[in-house]
């Protein structure tokens, strides 16, 4: 006769179901997909960009298509993939709301040729706007060393496309620094300028600007 044995739940095999369970979750929600489907952002310049030159190598091998059949085909895929993540990880929304885990990160996935830089200009009570400081520019280096700083520039950046709480008292503290090292400067401006940049084999004359972006003006007191 069987001698009769205590029954103990299998906790290691319970434990490696939740794992894998969190590892599933997680890496769907971590893994490069997006989150919505608009189809104005693909006339964006930087879509715009894109898709005419995937519309060019197509053509080079024999697939005749266009810049607006591509964004069209592309949206639809978007479309049916932001559904299907957003089904998956629907049931799990409060929980990694809860736990704060939920962040999945795209950082750098793709170079923006169309970004915008940070301008400052100043100008005596009569006299023209001058340039004192723009990203990128070797002309323009006012205060360079502070605004490239990664602790300023998380103050302004992702401020170019809508200006946070945080951007007027930056502009406010960047006049403080024009007025304290330019007494001559009465008016000081600082903006976004839109860019686009060019790449290795092209002019750095193909660099040019577009239009202006979060303007604000600070007069001495």
């Known amino acids: 006769m069987t001698p009769w044995r205590r029954w103990h ?5 319970v ?12 890496g769907f929600a971590a893994a490069p997909l997006a989150r919505s489907a608009s189809r104005k952002r693909f006339d964006l310049p930087l879509a715009r960009d894109e898709l005419a030159r995937l519309a060019t190598l197509a053509g080079r091998v024999g697939i005749d298509t266009s810049a607006e059949q591509l964004a069209d085909s592309a949206y639809d895929v978007v479309r049916a993939q932001s559904g299907l993540r957003n089904a998956v990880l629907a049931p799990f929304a409060d929980a990694l709301e809860l736990t704060g885990t939920g962040q999945a990160w795209g950082l750098f996935t793709y170079p923006d040729r169309f970004p915008a830089r940070l301008v400052v200009e100043g100008r005596p009570a009569e006299g023209a706007w001058r340039r004192l400081y723009a990203s990128l520019d070797p002309n323009a280096t006012f205060n360079r060393d502070k605004f490239v700083y990664r602790r300023i520039r998380g103050v302004y950046d992702g401020n170019s496309d809508k200006a946070g709480r945080a951007w007027d008292p930056f502009v406010s503290w960047v006049g403080m620094e024009v007025f304290a090292a330019y007494p001559e400067i009465d008016e000081v401006r600082v903006k976004f300028r839109g860019i686009h940049t060019y790449e290795p084999g092209e002019s750095a004359e193909a660099l040019v600007e577009s239009g202006e972006r979060a303007v604000r003006v600070r007069r001495r007191p």
């Open 15 to 26: 434990r490696a179901v939740l794992l894998l369970g969190v590892v599933v979750v997680h």
């Open 9 to 13: 739940p299998p906790w290691d095999d």
